[in-house]
T-cell receptor, first 111, second 112 residues
Framework: GENVEQHPSTLSVQEGDSAVIKCTYS??????FPWYKQELGKRPQLIID?????GEKKDQRIAVTLNKTAKHFSLHITETQPEDSAVYFC??????????FGAGTILRVKS | DAGITQSPRHKVTETGTPVTLRCHQT?????MYWYRQDPGHGLRLIHY???????DKGEVSDGYSVSRSKTEDFLLTLESATSSQTSVYFC???????????FGPGTRLLVL
């Protein structure tokens, strides 16, 4: 079955710097890769996703890149702000069903 | 939030007792999922449903059962709760043909 590894487990950045979180997946059949943000005590919320027919996707300060050959994908947050502090999860699946999640990255943005 | 509610939101129970968690959605989504969230493990799939009375096991299904008798409700039952089932449980749904999964607010379960 699918296995998703996520790094780093914690990441501290200065406000205004960029943050990068990386994930690798094992199943080459996976074609859908969402990223979720979870604030303390809250539910995970989708922030961006990418499908295997696309190499990069951007939404304002957030971007995701996908390298199908290497089976890895990354989340890039530019101009980080204190409200970006949260736990971020990557996931992989075929067709959006049965998501397999990474272990999560705690992002701290220091002001 | 895709109209997903979970009940109860918090529960404390004793080892060996049965526990049922409820997920209710108002979006008429076909697919529903139960995940558990534990530190260092992210979210792990317990069971999922692809329609009324159609369910299947996920990655960590041992000790759990589910039922879906109506589109809007997906029940997760711990037949005999153990301390290892102390966790936060999230329900999620998505519409047929769209991949985005929406999560409920979660249920925090403590098994003593």
């Amino acid at each position: 079955g699918e296995n998703v590894e996520q790094h780093p487990s914690t990441l501290s950045v200065q406000e205004g710097d960029s943050a990068v979180i990386k994930c690798t997946y094992s199943d080459s059949a996976s074609n859908y890769f969402p990223w979720y943000k979870q604030e303390l005590g809250k539910r995970p919320q989708l922030i961006i996703d990418i499908r295997s027919n696309v190499g990069e996707k951007k939404d304002q300060r957030i971007a995701v890149t996908l390298n199908k050959t290497a089976k890895h994908f990354s989340l890039h947050i530019t101009e980080t702000q204190p409200e970006d502090s949260a736990v971020y999860f990557c996931a992989a699946s075929w067709g959006g069903n049965k998501l397999v999640f990474g272990a999560g990255t705690i992002l701290r943005v220091k002001s | 939030d895709a109209g997903i509610t979970q009940s109860p939101r918090h529960k404390v129970t004793e080892t060996g007792t049965p526990v049922t968690l409820r997920c209710h959605q108002t979006e008429n989504h076909r697919y529903m999922y139960w995940y558990r969230q534990d530190p260092g493990h992210g979210l792990r799939l317990i069971h999922y449903s692809y329609g009324v009375k159609d369910t299947d096991k996920g990655e960590v299904s041992d000790g759990y059962s589910v039922s879906r008798s109506k589109t809007e409700d997906f029940l997760l039952t711990l037949e005999s709760a153990t301390s290892s089932q102390t966790s936060v449980y999230f329900c999620a749904t998505h519409r047929d043909g769209l991949e985005t999964q929406y999560f409920g607010p979660g249920t925090r379960l403590l098994v003593l």
